[in-house]
């Protein structure tokens, strides 16, 4: 087989990783899955939705005060 296949491959690869960063998600298993079905991982990235991640900012602003008081 050609080079340029591989190359291309591992290429898709990275791209998703970023992509799946972006969508809160891990970047090192979406990479993984890329290795293995390529393009189908980037068509399950591009129609999954961004994770959203809940934050408790209660206890932050109270540190935020302490720490410069």
Known sequence: ?????????GTLAFI???IAQGKNRSGLNWF???LI???IATVCLVII?????????????SLFLFAFS
Do not use: C, Q, T
């Open 49 to 61: 939705e961004k994770k959203e991640i809940l934050v408790n900012n209660s206890h932050s602003d």
């Open 32 to 34: 993984i899955l890329s």
């Open 16 to 18: 998703n990783a970023g």
């Open 1 to 9: 087989m050609d080079n340029s296949y591989f190359v291309g491959w």
């Open 37 to 39: 079905i390529g393009p």
